[in-house]
């Protein structure tokens, strides 16, 4: 059987996200699994090569997993003839130099999310790379979670009548970093440095209400930072420059209205760190990143507003679980293997930087939506 060696060079691997889903749960377990098998029989058999600004990181780490190429320069790495695609998880505010540079050396890209601080640039990376003639993909890994996927199914298979709302709850604590460490980077909290809420939670929320949903044609946002001061990883406290939470409204065709609240300054008494409530006219669903639960129009119980007596009822108890009927491996590796047979064999993948880019309009419509203090129509951003 023929074993096509394809070489990726991955960039900001040291990185949470880097390392854990595209790294280990991703190219990784594609290696572990024997590759990636195409429609011609042929096996796709990932080759990384590690960039990274810490030569003692990316030294340790390419030891730990018996790995050899690894490089700080990656203008070299990408001058690579046997590397074929460009992966960027570095901070968000160093992406687009990077893309433009490995656009530029001819290498197909994909991306974490957001592609862009902004749309403009957003855009202007899609176009570059659709004239280069690569190839071109973004992240979009909430979509491939259990309990969406099966919500994706509930919406498919008609089971919600006329959809009327759908209400999303998302966040955690994160701590300060005073008396415990926090549990994500500093950069988050500091606008300067690419961090905020609205710009990594809305570039999520813009292909989830639309690849399950329908489009987005407006957004009203309040933001708020409402912790002003946090302490970074080494110990020095700063000042918050950036939204720690946004409470989002979206309306989408069909009359259907969004509400999202994405927050790092709650605490958590739900079932899942994010859920999403979806109301129609034949039934509901609540779905989280692993499960969904249903109540059928039929099924649907009365209760009477009293406030003199003691809730009788259990609500959750009148849900049904949904059942998985498939295998759901991790979310990221599905993506990536989707893009790697795009790549490989022309397979047809959706998630673009088209599809980035409205991601990005979206978190900065939000912004503006929060600064200006009113609703705002989001324009059709074309091809
Ligand atoms: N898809 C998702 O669910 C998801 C979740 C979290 C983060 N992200 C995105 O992934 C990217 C990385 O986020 P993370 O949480 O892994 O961050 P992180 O801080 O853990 O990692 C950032 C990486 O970028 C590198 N880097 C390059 N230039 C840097 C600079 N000037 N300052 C600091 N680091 C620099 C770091 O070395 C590190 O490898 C961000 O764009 C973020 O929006 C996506």
């Given at each position: 059987?023929?074993?096509?060696?394809?070489?990726?060079?991955m960039?900001?691997?040291?990185?949470r996200?880097?390392?854990?889903?595209?790294?280990?749960?991703s190219?990784?377990?594609?290696?572990?699994q024997?590759?990636?098998?195409?429609?011609?029989g042929t096996v796709?058999?990932?080759?990384?090569?590690?960039?990274?600004?810490?030569?003692d990181k990316l030294?340790?780490?390419?030891d730990?997993?018996g790995?050899?190429?690894?490089?700080?320069?990656?203008?070299?790495a990408?001058?690579?003839?046997d590397v074929?695609?460009?992966f960027?998880a570095?901070?968000?505010?160093?992406?687009a130099?990077?893309i433009?540079?490995a656009?530029?050396?001819?290498?197909?890209v994909?991306?974490?999310?957001?592609?862009?601080?902004?749309?403009?640039?957003?855009?202007?990376?899609?176009?570059l790379?659709?004239?280069?003639?690569?190839?071109?993909?973004?992240?979009?890994?909430?979509?491939f979670?259990?309990?969406?996927?099966?919500l994706k199914?509930l919406?498919?298979?008609?089971f919600?009548?006329?959809?009327?709302?759908v209400?999303?709850?998302?966040g955690?604590?994160?701590?300060?970093?005073?008396?415990?460490?926090?549990?994500?980077?500093?950069?988050?909290y500091?606008?300067?440095?690419?961090?905020?809420?609205i710009?990594?939670?809305?570039?999520?929320?813009?292909?989830?209400?639309?690849?399950?949903?329908?489009p987005?044609?407006s957004?009203?946002?309040?933001?708020?930072?409402?912790i002003?001061?946090r302490?970074?990883?080494n110990?020095?406290?700063?000042?918050?420059?950036?939204?720690?939470?946004?409470?989002?409204?979206?309306?989408?065709?069909g009359?259907?209205v969004?509400?999202i609240?994405?927050?790092?300054?709650?605490?958590?008494?739900?079932?899942?760190?994010v859920e999403?409530?979806?109301d129609g006219?034949?039934?509901?669903a609540?779905?989280?990143?692993r499960?969904?639960r249903?109540?059928?129009?039929?099924?649907?119980?009365?209760?009477?507003?009293?406030?003199?007596l003691?809730?009788?009822?259990k609500f959750?108890?009148q849900?049904?679980?949904?059942?998985?009927?498939?295998?759901?491996d991790?979310?990221?590796k599905?993506q990536?293997?989707?893009f790697?047979?795009?790549?490989?064999?022309?397979?047809?993948?959706?998630?673009?930087?088209?599809?980035?880019?409205?991601?990005?309009?979206l978190?900065?419509?939000?912004l503006?939506?929060?600064?200006?203090?009113?609703r705002?129509?989001?324009?059709?951003?074309g091809?």
């Amino acid at each position: 059987m023929a074993r096509r060696p394809l070489g990726i060079v991955m960039n900001g691997v040291t990185g949470r996200m880097g390392y854990r889903q595209h790294l280990l749960r991703s190219i990784l377990a594609i290696r572990d699994q024997g590759g990636l098998r195409l429609a011609d029989g042929t096996v796709l058999w990932p080759e990384p090569v590690l960039v990274g600004r810490s030569a003692d990181k990316l030294r340790a780490l390419a030891d730990r997993h018996g790995l050899t190429e690894w490089t700080t320069d990656l203008n070299a790495a990408l001058e690579r003839s046997d590397v074929e695609i460009y992966f960027d998880a570095q901070v968000t505010s160093a992406r687009a130099a990077a893309i433009r540079a490995a656009v530029a050396a001819g290498k197909h890209v994909y991306t974490e999310k957001p592609l862009a601080e902004d749309t403009g640039e957003a855009v202007a990376l899609a176009r570059l790379a659709d004239e280069a003639g690569v190839k071109h993909g973004v992240v979009q890994d909430k979509l491939f979670l259990p309990g969406l996927r099966k919500l994706k199914r509930l919406v498919d298979g008609g089971f919600f009548g006329r959809i009327l709302s759908v209400r999303g709850e998302f966040g955690y604590w994160v701590f300060e970093g005073d008396w415990q460490e926090a549990q994500r980077p500093s950069w988050n909290y500091r606008a300067e440095d690419g961090g905020g809420i609205i710009l990594d939670m809305f570039a999520h929320w813009r292909y989830v209400l639309e690849d399950i949903f329908a489009p987005v044609r407006s957004v009203q946002c309040l933001g708020a930072t409402h912790i002003p001061e946090r302490v970074d990883e080494n110990g020095k406290t700063y000042t918050c420059t950036a939204d720690d939470a946004a409470y989002g409204i979206f309306e989408l065709d069909g009359g259907i209205v969004a509400q999202i609240n994405s927050s790092w300054t709650t605490r958590v008494f739900r079932d899942e760190l994010v859920e999403f409530q979806v109301d129609g006219t034949e039934g509901s669903a609540v779905a989280g990143l692993r499960r969904c639960r249903v109540q059928h129009r039929a099924m649907t119980p009365k209760p009477v507003w009293n406030p003199d007596l003691p809730v009788t009822e259990k609500f959750r108890d009148q849900w049904q679980e949904v059942p998985d009927n498939a295998d759901f491996d991790n979310g990221f590796k599905v993506q990536w293997e989707m893009f790697l047979r795009h790549v490989a064999e022309d397979a047809e993948f959706t998630w673009d930087f088209y599809a980035g880019a409205r991601g990005v309009q979206l978190a900065e419509l939000g912004l503006r939506s929060w600064r200006e203090g009113r609703r705002i129509e989001i324009p059709d951003l074309g091809r």
